[in-house]
């Protein structure tokens, strides 16, 4: 049966008036701990009444007789306890109610100093609810109140538990009066604080209902009385609380939005002058009824079980009106005076126990000297009696109490202190009531018997013998060392202390060693704060934590949540990744962003969605470092794999915008290979891929396209169609899944393998098609059954495939037709993405789907050759990127056929009716980046070599100057160069003219002498034959070509040709009569020169050749442009200047070759003297000695 406390009772008759009328329950369960009886009972003690001074934890003893066992720490302090006096809880309790609170102050300091805290006082002035007070508004009905009323509350800087009452303790001589003056003074600032920070009470106290309307309302249950602004603050934060705590954290978020004039995180916000009361559920399970304020006792008591008390002595009824009459009170105090006498025969009986025990325990210790407590068997006291759920307090003096802070779960190795052992007086010994799991521990462990000798020495000399042993328990690591854990949670409790002052001294290389003990130690920890505190240590292990020591503490953090779940990572991990989110070092940033994506599977889903969500939104905007924000699309990745709020879609978005805008380009290539794949797998599930994702980016990219008619942004463009390329992997695996076919599809073991050159080679894993759908196996079933659908059933009811086929191809093709064709990087990404999306939808799809569409649209054929509107979309960016997208994705002999075809329909078309050749130009640029497609493009080239007509042939020779730019020499020597000479054989000088180009680059490009030499002699030929003297167009062509290719020619071609010749056509163009061709070949000389002039020019052709041009040419600018004279004048100056001082190097070049011939013939002499030294180092050194 549970002992009885019998002064753990009210300490006001306010208190007593609020107490419940409830029935008495004699029968209570032992978790309650040791209640007081019923505050309902007339005959219980009154607060007031003379407490005996009993402090045993045992159980309770009749008054007849029957001995039980008393704790030891019981039995040391009670000896020689015989008469009855008035306890010092008595005191305390009478001081409080009569109001002598700087009495009581100074009583508690000096209990505390002499190491005996009293819980009453304790309690009581370290409850802020004790010293607040509403100036002018009465107390509420359900506030607590002290016993003496509330007062006013000192600010959190001074409140009476915040004093340092150490610095009095020095010499404990201290004045009274020195203590009262600084009470006064911080009530006085405490008072003037509170005004200040109160003062939203006034409203409250204005409003406040008179007491008499009160009791009229409680009159009526009909009326409900009006609520306050206070009770209305009040009850919000209790609602947000609930709310979090059962995890309606959204509704919480809304609440708190919608009380945005209040802080739900501080309850002195409310406003109101008692302590927090219960949460809503507490007050729901006691139907508004106001819980008894726990009281945390330290003194343990045996009382008499009011139920095994001669005669009834408990009221079966609580009294119905709060004032007693004087009969009544005069019966309860007889009935306490009763209870007292019982109480103090008890107390005799028990002394006289003592008594006897503590002539046995000074037997005992005759005969074992000094035994650990280890020994004490718990086990061996009567298994009726029950260790008190209370703290038993004891005078340091008690010859075996225990260690300090050790909560009674450590063994002690350092001995058992002598009776005549005098300690520090103020120091104080608790014992604990172990916990469950180690008391079990310590019962299951047998009693540790130790030798002893036959001697006769007395224990006082045995304790003196052994102070000889050097044993350090003073410090705080003695005191460590000295007790030896003997659970699992007091092991947890001792690597919580030790860790801290550990980490410091172990090298920072070798931290990551210590990253399991931290982590198992905050796992098990029992104690909030001390978890905390190992978390922020786990995080702050290493100052620049690198890869190998970050994917370890992430390892670890993994490993902590799935072991501690989901609420403890929200409530433990992620405040240590928040508060280093803005870290001075970009690794600590690193660490954070790893560890959002690597918790991301283990946080509540709303926490996942939002405020992991938002962290990683503020790193990815606002860090500087590459690596951090490559981390964060990473882990964002990870949240968009685990995401399952359709809200979130449209912050999904503008996060894959956001990061595809980046400048790093190690950041969009994570965007692409991580982030993409797993966001369209998100918006497949919620079957928004065809209809949201894909569509909203293609809108984009049209506003795009009209917003830059004139200049088109081509980095935005390039960002909006290589998301789209990302995303061409997941809409096949949806065309896959929602196929007619789908639920054919059975894995067999005959199933064929995947060509290897099936798909086009993935950015990561992640793109895979066979990832996406689950296995190879499954895709290879699915494959089968998509080719045979496509070639012999048709698209009929197959959705996916046809918003592939109605809608998203005629978009495509329309933005084609309006990009710019000259925009060879635009040109370039869109043939990819055709490219890309005829590889991943198979060739059957391409020959069937997309290759009819863009026929139909070009509409190649004899009738439209001399119709502007069938050719004006041959001149758009349309044919370059269906020939090179969707020509070039199978390479078998129909395709190239095809892909020949087209090019030589679209030369002839756009040479017959005069167009703009750009759309045939990119063609050939985008075709010849590729060496595999030289012979194809030379094949349709020869086509227009050997055509009838002329305007074909000159456009053939104008493609080829695109195409023998990285052509082999060996193919321009077998096909190119005999081309381009078969037509210049040609009668028509337009197609002679339109060489020229391709002349000049294979004199760029090529060194293979001979085709130079035949080269050089077909451009000799263009400008010595008297039939070309006046082909104006002819001239320009050549000073064009030779101005682009001198500077990246053979130095002998240029100089012996090139320049020779453009001093002849500037010479010969100062005799030029007409002037608008005077000016042309003027203006394209000086172009000419000014390229050449950056390059090396021997001093002869300088002067012979290089001077003289620049002269003619200066005559013509004179007459014609003087901006360009100016120019020209700088030009001939600095050559001049170039000339002179090359002349002057010369002669200054033979002087130092003679003085080098001199210092070469001395550092031989040296060498062959450094060589004759092989003895010693000594003779080294001589040889740099002065001679003397």
């Known amino acids: 049966m549970a002992s009885v406390n019998p002064f753990n009772l009210s300490d006001s008759e306010e208190e007593a008036e609020r107490r419940p009328n409830e029935t008495v329950d004699t029968a209570r369960s ?15 003690p009154p607060a007031d009444a003379e407490p005996p001074t009993l402090l045993l934890s045992s159980n309770r003893t009749s008054p007849s007789g029957g001995e039980g066992s008393v704790s030891i720490a019981a039995i040391s302090a009670m000896a020689g306890a015989t008469e009855t006096r008035i306890s010092v809880d008595g005191i305390a309790a009478q001081l409080l109610r009569d109001q002598y609170l700087l009495t009581a102050l100074e009583f508690h300091t000096e209990l505390l100093e002499a190491g005996r805290e009293l819980p009453r006082l304790r309690d009581y002035f370290s ?47 201290r004045e009274s009066d020195e203590r009262v003056a600084v009470l006064e003074f911080e009530l006085r600032k405490a008072k003037e604080t509170i005004q200040a920070l109160r003062a939203n009470l006034t409203h409250a106290a204005e409003s406040e209902v008179p007491s008499q309307e009160r009791k009229n309302y409680k009159s009526s249950l009909e009326i409900q009385e009006p609520i306050r602004p206070l009770e209305k603050r009040a009850l919000n934060f209790l609602v947000n609380e609930y709310l979090l705590k059962n995890e309606y954290k959204l509704s919480s978020i809304t609440f708190s939005d919608e009380n945005d004039d209040q802080d739900f995180e501080l309850w002195d916000d409310v406003g109101l002058n008692i302590p927090k009361p219960p949460d809503l559920l507490q007050l729901y399970r006691n139907c508004g009824t106001p819980l008894p304020s726990p009281r945390d006792t330290v003194d343990v008591s045996v009382g008499v079980d009011f139920g095994d008390l001669p005669g009834n002595c408990i009221a079966q009824d609580p009294p119905k009106k709060p004032d007693l009459s004087h009969q009544q009170q005069t019966e309860v105090v007889q009935e306490l005076e009763y209870q007292i006498s019982l109480l103090n025969n008890e107390k005799q009986s028990l002394a006289e126990q003592i008594k006897k025990l503590q002539s046995e325990i000074q037997t005992l210790k005759r005969t074992v000297s000094s035994p650990p407590p280890a020994t004490l068997d718990l086990g061996s006291q009567n298994t009726s009696h029950r260790l008190s759920s209370s703290t038993t307090t004891t005078s340091s003096t008690d010859p075996l109490s225990v260690p300090p802070t050790d909560n009674g779960q450590y063994l002690d190795i350092r001995g058992v202190s002598e009776p005549e052992t005098k300690s520090d007086p103020s120091s104080t010994q608790t014992i604990s009531q172990p916990h469950p799991q180690s008391l079990n521990t310590l019962k299951r462990r047998p009693p540790v018997q130790f030798a002893q000798p036959n001697r006769k020495l007395s224990p006082a000399f045995q304790q003196a013998l052994l102070s000889f042993c050097r044993m350090c328990s003073d410090s705080r690591l003695g005191a460590e060392v000295s007790r030896i854990a003997d659970s699992e949670e007091s092991v947890m409790l001792m690597l919580g202390r030790c860790l801290p002052h550990i980490v410091p001294n172990v090298l920072l290389a070798k931290r990551e060693e210590l990253i399991p003990l931290i982590l198992c130690t905050a796992c098990l920890h029992p104690e909030p704060k001390e978890r905390d505190k190992l978390l922020h240590i786990l995080f702050n292990l290493i100052k620049r934590p690198d890869d190998e020591q970050r994917q370890m503490i992430l390892t670890g953090c993994v490993a902590f949540a799935r072991h501690v779940g989901p609420t403890r990572v929200e409530a433990e991990l992620l405040p240590q990744c928040w508060e280093q989110i803005n870290h001075k070092y970009p690794e600590r940033r690193l660490l954070v962003a790893e560890s959002c994506g690597a918790l991301a599977p283990y946080l509540p889903k709303e926490i996942r969605s939002s405020l992991v969500l938002s962290m990683l939104q503020q790193m990815l905007a606002e860090d500087k470092a590459d690596m951090v924000r490559e981390a964060v699309v990473k882990s964002l990745s990870i949240i968009m794999g685990y995401i399952d709020d ?74 909006f169609l290589s998301a789209l390329q990302s995303l061409i992997p997941p809409l096949f695996a949806v065309v896959l899944q929602n196929a007619p076919f789908t639920s054919r599809a059975k894995l067999t073991g005959d ?9 086009p080679r993935p950015a990561s894993p992640l793109q895979d098609v066979a990832t996406i759908i689950g296995s190879r196996e499954m895709l ?12 012999h059933e048709g698209t009929t009811g197959w959705d996916s495939l046809l918003w592939v086929v109605n809608q998203l191809l005629p978009q495509l093709i329309e933005i084609v037709g309006r990009i710019n064709v000259t925009s060879s990087s635009c040109v370039h990404e869109f043939s990819r993405f055709f490219w890309r999306l005829c590889r991943t939808f198979g060739k059957i799809f391409t020959n069937t789907k997309v290759k009819p569409q863009f026929q139909e649209i070009l509409r190649l054929s004899e009738e439209n050759v001399d119709t502007s509107d069938g050719n004006d979309i041959l001149t758009k960016a349309t044919v370059p990127i269906y020939a090179t997208g969707v020509l070039t994705c199978y390479n078998q002999d129909e395709d190239r056929k095809l892909l020949v075809g087209f090019l030589e329909d679209v030369m002839t078309t756009l040479s017959l009716s005069h167009a703009p050749l750009d759309s045939l130009k990119a063609s050939f640029v985008e075709l010849g980046a590729n060496p595999v497609y030289h012979e194809l493009l030379l094949t349709v080239l020869w086509y227009g070599v050997v055509h009838t007509s002329a305007l074909v042939r000159c456009t053939a020779a104008r493609m080829f100057e695109l195409v023998l730019r990285g052509m082999s020499e060996a193919l321009v020597d077998r096909r190119a160069a005999p081309a381009l000479i078969t037509l210049c054989s040609g009668p028509e000088f337009s197609v002679r003219i339109s060489t020229i180009p391709a002349f000049g680059t294979i004199m760029e490009t090529v060194t293979q002498k001979e085709l130079l030499e035949r080269v050089k002699m077909q451009l000799a ?29 053979e130095p002998r071609f240029r100089d012996e040709f090139v320049l020779p010749h453009l001093h002849k056509l500037a010479l010969a163009n100062n005799s030029q009569t007409a002037e608008s061709k005077r000016i042309d070949v003027a203006t394209q000389l000086f172009e000419a020169y000014s390229a050449l002039s950056c390059c090396f020019i021997s001093e002869e052709v300088m002067v012979n050749h290089f001077l003289p041009g620049l002269r003619c040419l200066r005559a013509d600018m004179e007459q014609l442009s003087p901006e360009h004279e100016v120019i020209l004048s700088s030009m001939i100056k600095e050559c001049e200047i170039k000339v002179e001082n090359r002349g002057m190097a010369d002669a200054q070049g033979s002087m130092s070759i003679a003085s080098s011939l001199v210092g070469e013939d001395a550092k031989t002499k040296f060498l062959s003297k450094m060589g004759q030294l092989t003895t010693s180092g000594a003779m080294l050194a001589n040889v740099f000695q002065r001679k003397k």
Do not use: C
């Open 30 to 44: 032992p978790s309650v701990g040791a209640p007081g009886p019923p505050p309902g009972n007339p005959f219980s």
């Open 1021 to 1049: 030929s263009f400008l010595e034959d008297p039939q070309y003297q006046d082909q104006h167009s002819l001239h320009m062509e050549i000073i064009r070509t030779f101005g682009r290719v001198g500077p990246n020619a």
């Open 751 to 759: 199933i064929s393998a995947i060509e290897v050159t099936r798909f």
């Open 127 to 173: 409850n802020p609810g004790n010293f607040e007070r509403q100036s002018g508004t009465p107390p509420a009905k359900d506030q607590v109140l002290g016993p003496g009323g509330p007062l006013n509350r000192a600010g959190s800087i001074s409140t009476l538990d915040s004093l340092d009452f150490a610095r009095y303790s020095d010499d404990g001589n």
């Open 780 to 791: 290879s079933a699915l494959l089968l059954l998509y080719d045979y659908q496509l070639e």
């Open 646 to 719: 359709p809200d979130k879609y449209s912050q999904g978005f503008e996060l894959m915008l956001l990061s595809l805008g980046d400048p790093s380009e190690r950041v969009v290539s994570a965007v692409h290979q991580v982030f993409i794949p797993a966001f369209a797998a998100w918006t497949t599930e919620l079957g928004t891929l065809q209809t949201a994702l894909i569509p909203s980016l293609l809108a984009r990219i049209e506003k795009l396209l009209m917003q830059g008619e004139h200049v088109l942004d081509e980095y935005k463009l390039h960002v």
